[in-house]
């Protein structure tokens, strides 16, 4: 199991809280520039951030879906969440992070903090898949110390480009 806190020489993970919901949908849940290759849709209201965050809190006690919320240290507003699915020995990422807190190099520390804890354990892999047109999130992987595997065809739905499968590429940092 991965812990509840990481620490970082910048950023603080950790477990979600309710009122993280605020901070989420004021500084990106809602702005179409972070949701374009997310799963998911601008939120259009607080409610509905609130009700993912609960799921994420459910999620911790199943010990399947690890979301953390990103703070700055000393800080306790989310920037961001990295959310790291479990399954056998492969630990399955995705991230976001608040537009405010882009180019700074938050996400690739993040990935890379959480990739090392979870190769210190019990996992072997971890691994993340992004748009073919999402070179930010490339550039995040590849600066965490991961290697691009393969490209898959029509392998995820980005509802915010298209309806349809797109191609992603594949990343993972192995043990």
Known sequence: MLPEQISTERLVLRRPIESDARDIFASYAQDARVSRFMVWQPHTSESTVSEFIGSCI????????????????????????????????????????????????????AVAALAAEALRGEYFRVQAFCDIENRPSQRTLEKAGFNREGRLERFMVHPNVSLEPRPCFMYSKCR
């Open 58 to 109: 459910d999620a911790w006690a199943g010990g399947t879906r690890l979301a953390y919320v990103l703070t700055e240290l000393g800080t306790s507003s989310a920037i961001g969440m990295l959310d790291a699915r479990l399954s056998g020995f492969t630990v399955d990422l995705g991230y976001v992070l608040a537009p405010a807190k882009w180019g700074k190099g938050y996400m690739p520390e």
